[in-house]
């Protein structure tokens, strides 16, 4: 039994060239100011990043904005926002719309004007007897039937191009009439409606069919005023 202080025993070297060897790792301390040193230079590579792209970013802004900018002004293409040169401007919504100056027709006379006269109600005979009092006075009666149209009015008054001074004539013999414009009737055409009445009396119908009235189709819009010479 041996006392005292003992020497440990000095590990054997391996042999290397045993097949059996396996190389163990070597552990090594990594001082401190070499892991601030190593996070030091990772947070710079990271700034430097960041710098990169944003300044990539802004020159692909910059120079997009150039380039358009350009292609605008040579007129290679049009910006959806860019008012086109030599365009009207547009009007503002909440602007008026310009007067309409609507011509003056002077009814013709009933003497020889040529109606058509149809019933578009279920009264029976309406058409032929209103046509008997047209003839009487002076009109020259086309011809005489019946229309499938519904009219509510007392009495609609449709005239082809040309004939509207023939339609308000017309008009002014029936009471509650309303005229209107209708390229497809072959002559001044009469459609008695649901709220037909009568004629108007001789002394009415002679004083509206000697009174010009506007036109229910010609509205020529006035001129803008012409804008004052500078001075």
């Not at 097949?19 to 710079?44: K, S």
């Not at 009007?91 to 002077?106: D, G, I």
Request: with cysteine; net charge negative; aromatic share 4%.
């Amino acid at each position: 039994m041996r006392f005292g202080r003992g020497r440990a025993p000095v590990p054997e070297e391996p042999d290397r060239d045993d097949p059996m060897y396996v190389p163990q790792p070597v552990e090594r301390w990594i001082e401190p100011e070499e892991v601030a040193e190593r996070l030091r230079r990772r947070r710079g590579r990271w700034r430097a990043l960041r710098h990169a792209v944003v300044m990539l970013t802004v020159l692909l802004v910059v120079g997009g904005t150039g380039v358009i900018a350009g292609g605008a002004v040579l007129g290679r293409w049009e910006l959806p926002w860019a008012p086109t040169p030599g365009a009207a401007p547009e009007a503002s919504p909440s602007a008026a719309p310009p007067a309409c100056e609507r011509a003056v027709v002077t009814p013709a006379v009933a003497a020889g004007t040529s109606v058509q006269v149809l019933n578009a109600t279920d009264r029976t005979g309406l058409a032929s007897s209103v046509a008997d009092e047209l003839e009487a006075r002076g009109f020259v009666i086309a011809e005489v039937g019946n229309s499938s149209a519904e009219v509510p009015e007392a009495a609609v008054v449709a005239f082809p191009a040309g004939a509207e001074p023939a339609a308000l004539v017309t008009a002014a013999q029936l009471s509650g009439a309303v005229v209107r414009s209708d390229p497809a009737a072959p002559v001044v055409q009469v459609l008695l409606g649901d709220a037909w009445t009568d004629l108007t009396s001789l002394e009415v119908a002679a004083q509206l069919g000697a009174t010009p009235q506007p036109s229910v189709v010609d509205c020529a819009v006035a001129p803008a005023p012409a804008p004052a010479p500078a001075p």
